[in-house]
């Protein structure tokens, strides 16, 4: 396994070194800096807004590197979360190694590498958004003995000036190749970039939304992940999210991983994917199809899913997404191929087929079976995503239904397999719930779970208080009423939240 995640692997850091990322020390990155003529060091980290923050270090010296690496550097805490009182403001930054990649921007060698938050006693702060995350794996870990992995696809608008060798085709975007599509350049340099710097990349393609105005066309991409541990699934997404709004800058064109761009257009998503493994193995599926285990983890995600909003859907256009018709859930339920539900269970090559010596008859040798790729896809979430806390929710969710007797039971009753805005499953739709419809019922269901998420420490009272203000502060209470037919208030809404977290 070790061999495996070296071999060919695009990481600059992991083929000089020779060893995957996770086993990364302080002198691995003394020795990379040392002979790769590294010139600054940056440390990054995530602040309240969820955007990469940068503080850079020209290297000195031998020893000036090791003081820095090995003891970090304080920050004004005050100044990166709204929470933080500034006469008692100072925190540490402290490195990780594991997440260390060369800055593809730089005009000189730089190395960056993301840290974590401690405060004065040498502790972690309990309110920083990567050990709240760090919190709810540890306890998962611990009460279940598994593992949570997970993976996200990164949905974003690429907004430019209008060409009309090959018009957009309104709405006909997916999997539209070059010259029918403007900007697939774009999302293969980001791929082969975020690979550089240590993302898991399964695939990227164009997405649905392809449209233009009088002067400005929009593409929708995406790109999408492999599932690998919770915390370094969140650090692949926030690095990329910076990687794309680089290259936005470096071509001249605006990156949006807004949920909403128009009314009528397909809007973005952020579907996080997820699957439980024990001692090496997935656990969401057997020979029979999906495991007990999945049925209740998607039980658990569909009990919390109206206060999960909270950390997955932060801006008042979040819910001009999370309408009927437009591939968004609006009900709480589950099921398979249908991309209206809340949790979608996706093709997850369970049956043992032999479809690639059907495409291939010249094929002779064995073809192994390759086991274990079923996930299970929370379709709720938007590019405006407060991630460290949202996967931290999805994880105590998750484990709430491992935990409960009736999980299966809520699993068989939620489950539909078919279209539930068609007139004749009326009956059906009637008795599923609903999501929330604005930020401000998204504040007030996440007030009713407030307990569960406190429990056991994993969220401070202080940082689900900070939510709900925050989500309460945008009075969009009656928003869809108000913007029924007023085009000039939706353009509003949309250029107001256009660069979301």
Known sequence: MRELEILMNPNKLVKHLKKPAYEFTKYDIIKFIDDNNIEMLNFRYVGEDGKLKTLNFV??????LESILSTGERVDGSSLFSYIDADSSDLYVIPRFSTAFVNPFSDFPTLDILCSFYEKNGNPLESAPEYILRKAHKQFKKTTGCVFKAMGELEYYIISEKQDLYPAKDQKGYHTSEPFTN???LRTEAMQIIAHCGGKIKYGHSEVGNFSTKNKMYEQHEIEFMPVEVENAVDQLIISKWILRMLGKKYGVTISFAPKISIGKAGSGMHIHFQIDKAGKNLMANEDGLSDVAKKAIAGLLDKAKSLTAFGNTIPTSFLRLV??????????????????????????????NMIKNANPQERGEVPYIPGKQTVEFRVPDGSADLYHLLAGMILAANSGLESEK???????????????????????????????????????????????????????????????KLKGYNDKDMKKQIVGNKKLVRKLVDKYLHCM
């Open 59 to 64: 290297i000195t010296g031998k020893n000036y």
């Open 407 to 469: 999980a299966l039971e809520k699993a068989e009753n939620l489950y539909v397999n078919v279209n539930i805005f068609d007139k004749k499953n009326k009956e059906l739709f009637n008795t599923l719930e609903a999501l929330p419809t604005s930020c401000f019922e998204s504040a007030e269901d996440l007030e009713k779970e407030r307990n569960f998420y406190e429990k056991n420490g994993v969220f401070p009272k202080g940082t689900i208080d900070n939510f709900i203000e």
């Open 183 to 185: 900007r697939e350049s």
């Open 324 to 353: 009927p018709h437009q591939e968004a859930p609006t009900m709480i339920c589950w099921g398979d191929s249908n991309r209206s539900v809340l949790v979608r269970v996706p093709l997850g090559w369970i049956a043992k087929t």
